[in-house]
């Protein structure tokens, strides 16, 4: 049987966001232990979609609780259930992300949110160099119907040791080479929402194979894994 996401995850959550605190939380403990293991069944049903398609590895849905030493938000639950899902490394790179939040304010993402700065040096280099593979891939039809153009942050001016007027500097200045597909409530709790996803996440591959290739090989497209 399908994995789906139901109704009450929804309702939970929108109570949730209105009695954010630890005695409502609490006096309905098996309540949400219910809705996260029913979130939890349909993440590990698209973990073994994806792995249909790609390899990934390890699955990780992240905690209700929120860390708020260091937060003005003193809030102590979220009002989401995120998972991510990585791929296998360090051949593969790159990973998925969905996030279940109601007001339709649901998405699911991917690609490099927060790349070290070797990975990020070396990915700017390759733009540099030829960039037509990268915009090839962001002006295909299939793929940019899902998934359009890059999401995420960027400089406001070039990297240090790069020129402002390079031709591919709107793709050099990006902190960030993310993906982001929104979701509307009703398209949360349709039957199909499980294969809309995975069919999102299918379609990033050619990406994720670019990338791939520019993080695990040299400026001369010599392997640096064993």
Not at 166 to 187: E, G, V, W
Not at 190 to 198: A, G, H, L, T
Request: with cysteine; hydrophobic share 35%; net charge positive.
């Amino acid at each position: 049987m399908k994995s789906t996401i139901s109704k009450h995850v929804f309702t939970f959550l929108k109570q949730l966001e209105k009695n954010n605190n630890r005695d409502w939380f609490n006096e309905r403990k098996p309540e949400f232990k219910t809705i996260e293991k029913e979130v939890k069944a349909f993440n590990e049903e698209l973990f073994t979609l994806i792995n249909k398609h790609d390899q990934v590895d390890k699955l990780k849905q992240f905690r209700i609780y929120r860390d708020v030493r260091f937060s003005k938000n003193k809030q102590p639950y979220k009002t989401h259930f995120g998972c991510s899902f990585n791929r296998v490394k360090p051949k593969l790179r790159g990973g998925y992300y969905i996030h279940i939040q109601p007001n339709n304010e649901s998405f699911i993402a991917t690609g490099f949110w927060d790349p070290n700065k070797e990975d990020l040096l070396r990915i700017r280099k390759e733009f540099e160099i030829d960039d037509q593979e990268m915009r090839d891939i962001l002006n295909d039809k299939s793929f940019s119907t899902i998934w359009g153009d890059f999401k995420g942050d960027s400089l406001k001016t070039a990297p240090k040791g790069f020129d402002k007027e390079h031709p591919a500097i709107d793709l050099i200045r990006r902190k960030q080479y993310i993906f982001t597909k929104p979701f509307t409530d009703n398209q949360v709790l349709s039957d199909n929402f499980i294969n809309e996803v995975d069919t999102a996440f299918k379609a990033i591959r050619p990406f994720f194979d670019y990338m791939s290739d520019v993080l695990t090989t040299d400026l001369n497209g010599i392997s640096i894994i064993d």
